[in-house]
């Protein structure tokens, strides 16, 4: 088990290596300088600084020798200054960490909860009303676009019923502390959790149904019939236990939509998180901030591919820990 | 052939899903002539609530432009991306798992571990960096949809490759001395197409929302309304006009939909023996 997960760290590392190489080229297709291109476009930028970040990323030396710089700063956790932010980039991200971390894994776990809900209902009564509602539910649900859900959302909960507060994490100027706080911070959460959550919880939805019928045929579950267990048992001992391992898998692949989600929903919420921060990035063309965020979301992935494989392992003991 | 458009007819998903993807090649196609309103001229006051002007039925947005011509200008847009990046994607993915699958050993290896890599970077990510790079234009949308989105293509081809090289006829081929690349094209690619245009279908769906997704975040061709534009420069005064994000986002809706229901409807058509009870 603990070399499985050293191996994998290393796999993780190496592919969070070359990212950051690709990060390197990217930077050098934008247009222009990229001294320039680095230090933010349309006049942000003094020559002075940009000599500097010239001989910082040693920009004049030949190409590999520029990559090296490049890996050595981002392997000692230096992803350079964002000049429209003063501030480094590194800094900047951490600061934001903490509430994307919040929003990601509350949609997460709401839509993995609600899904395999839903979809075991489905299944358990597939052919009824029920199955035909839910199923129509999570169809509407899958197509809809993050942004506007979160805008209706808006429009229905805070523009006509007044119930939730449409933007931030807390209240501004409010002040409050221990359980007040949290309260608070709640009531700005379920929004953007929520619509965040609910195009995954779709997706969990039809991968429970799908996956329960197809398992609910096989012969151990007629073996448990003939036992004469009880059919709640069957369906939760039995049959969901199997038909979660490809949910589980859906999920781990799932974890890079789930940041990319993160980047719409906190922009339309104006949730101080790290898609915030790219949207931000984005706006200003502050190329090296962009480039920053665009790492540290794919070191999130990678932990969380690492995690669910790690969960799949445990939820199917068949499996054994050897790649 | 008749075959496949009877059991396509059969599946009431696979029939809604022809239909809403025929009315929105309709508009897309034809839209622009029946309703010339240019989507960028100001045509009436600003903030015209919707159902109140016959001319402009779906109401103004925030600088008096008809909001009804912007949808059907913003059909275009978005079925052109979804289906152009698809293309794309195809013409990356379908080769590259053609190859692994075919060649097996080495050339499987580093093909894969390739493909794997484009698949673990978060992509719609990945999308925003590249054209916000690459400078937005539709050039830069169709190329980063695709960049992001042929890896499930590339793992699908190989799979279906990789079974299909041990069949007889695939063996008999090469006994008779075929060339490997026609035994790829001519052979094996025919039989596995259709799960490829299965998840084509559904592919395209991804790629509207992932274009609407860049052009609500200001990422669109600044030269061409589209749907996630509208709803982007609505946003700021959703208090006063909901009109402006709701209808536009509607029409995502229906058309993502009707895309999906078409995947349905092609998956039971084309492949009966994955298609199971009460789907």
Known sequence: MLSFVAQRVVKGVIVLLAIVVLNFFLIRLAPGDPAVVMAGEAGASDQIFVQQLREKFGLDKPVPEQLFIYVKGIVTLDLGFSFRQQAPVSKLILERLPATLLLTLTAFAISLVLGILFGTFAARFAGTWLDTAITIFALVFYAMPIFWVALMGILLFSVTMDWLPSFGYETVGANFSGLGHVVDVAKHLIMPAMTLGLFFMATYTRMTRASMLEVKRLDFVKTARAKGLSDAVIQRRHVLRNALLPVVTLAGVHSGTLIGGAVITETVFAWPGIGRLMYDALLQRDYNLLLGVFVICSAMVLTFNLITDLVYRLVDPRIEFTS | ?279
Not at chain 2, 68 to 94: E, N
Not at chain 2, 256 to 275: F, M, Q, T
């Open chain 2, 1 to 279: 052939m008749k075959q496949f458009w009877k059991s396509m007819l059969k599946s009431p998903s696979g029939v809604i899903g022809l239909v809403i993807l025929l009315l929105a090649i309709g508009v897309a196609v034809f839209g622009p002539m029946l309703f010339p309103n240019s989507p960028w001229r100001m045509v009436q006051r600003p903030f015209l609530p919707p159902f109140t002007l016959s001319t402009v039925p779906l109401g103004t947005d925030a600088l008096g432009r008809d909001v009804f011509a912007g949808m059907i200008f913003g059909a275009r847009v978005s079925l052109l991306v979804g289906l152009v990046s698809t293309l794309v994607a195809l013409v990356v993915g379908v080769p590259i798992g053609a190859m692994a699958g075919y060649f097996g050993g080495k050339v499987d290896d580093a093909l894969m571990r390739f493909t794997e890599f484009f698949q673990t970077i978060p992509s719609f990510a990945l999308a925003i960096v590249l054209v916000a790079i690459l400078q937005p234009s539709i050039y830069s949308i169709v190329a980063s949809i695709a960049v992001v989105s042929w890896p499930p293509v590339a793992r699908l081809v190989r799979g279906e490759v990789l079974s299909l090289r041990t069949r007889e006829y695939v063996q008999a081929a090469v006994v008779t001395g075929q060339s490997n690349a026609w035994i790829i094209l001519r052979e094996i690619l025919p039989n596995a197409l259709s799960p490829v245009i299965v998840l084509a279908s559904l592919m395209v769906a991804t790629a509207i929302l992932l274009e609407s997704s860049l052009s609500f975040l200001g990422l669109g061709d600044p030269n061409l309304i589209s749907w996630g534009y509208m709803v982007g420069a609505g946003r700021t005064v959703i208090r006063q006009a909901w009109w402006i994000t709701v209808f536009p986002g509607i029409a995502i809706l229906i058309s993502v939909l009707g895309l999906n229901l078409i995947g349905e409807g092609l998956n039971d058509a084309l492949n009966p023996r994955l298609s199971r009870e009460g789907r």
